[in-house]
């Protein structure tokens, strides 16, 4: 079946610290990558996104993150956090089902506090 | 651009009793998912239309949960009769794409849902 793992479940930083967030996933085909955020006490929204093209995307505030087929990761990179940037981040994968439609699957999710 | 609303943001019912949430998408869009986020988890897919067909209802408990979405717009989730494991935070989220495949989603702020 297929997964999504993110191997951090609470990370702290200070500000100014880099950060990297891992997420692999298991499926063998064509799969669309998304990190979404959920900042305290909002809703949750995208970050980027990748379905094809340069494996390194960037996002929004600063973050960027690096498709690696071969180990079917999507890793999320940012070189200095902030303390605004404190919020809960999943990893999620778009892939095609065995009907045809494409379904969403989510990571379990992060939870970075970034000290001031 | 008004975003995705969800009401009520708040319900505790007992076990054994029905709940209904409501969801109202971006205007436009064609596709509208339903997830579960049970706490410490990542949200859960339990059905996608696309206006209004069921595109994926493959983990929604349909021995307990039903989910119309009348006329291609706005959407209702009921849980009858409620389990305490269905203690979650019930989203709603929309896209415009009907394929659905790289589209990013828009979430609504949930329904948090305590069974007792």
């Known amino acids: 079946a297929q997964s999504v793992s993110q191997h951090n479940h609470h990370v702290i930083l200070s500000e100014a610290a880099s950060l990297e967030l891992g997420c692999n996933y298991s499926y063998g085909g064509t799969v669309n990558l998304f990190w979404y955020v959920q900042y305290p006490g909002q809703h949750l929204q995208l970050l980027l996104k990748y379905f094809s093209g340069d494996p390194l995307v960037k996002g929004i505030k600063g973050f960027e993150a690096e498709f690696i087929k071969s180990k079917f990761s999507f890793n999320l990179r940012k070189p200095s956090v902030q303390w605004s940037d404190t919020a809960e981040y999943f990893c999620a994968v778009n892939a095609a089902s065995t009907s045809g439609t494409y379904k969403y699957i989510f990571g379990t999710g992060t939870r970075l506090k970034v000290l001031a | 651009e008004a975003g995705v609303a969800q009401s009520p943001r708040y319900k505790i019912i007992e076990k054994r009793q029905s709940v209904a949430f409501w969801c109202n998408p971006i205007?436009?869009?064609?596709?509208l998912y339903w997830y579960q986020q049970i706490l410490g988890q990542g949200p859960k897919l339990l059905i996608q239309f696309q206006n209004n067909g069921v595109v994926d209802d493959s983990q929604l408990p349909k021995d307990r949960f039903s989910a119309e979405r009348l006329k291609g717009v706005d959407s209702t989730l009921k849980i009858q009769p409620a389990k305490l494991e269905d203690s979650a935070v019930y989203l709603c989220?929309?896209?415009?794409?009907?394929?659905?495949?790289?589209?990013?989603?828009?979430f609504g702020p949930g329904t948090r849902l305590t069974v007792l």
């Open positions: 205007s436009g869009h064609a596709t």
């Open positions: 989220a929309s896209s415009s794409d009907l394929t659905a495949s790289t589209d990013t989603q828009y």
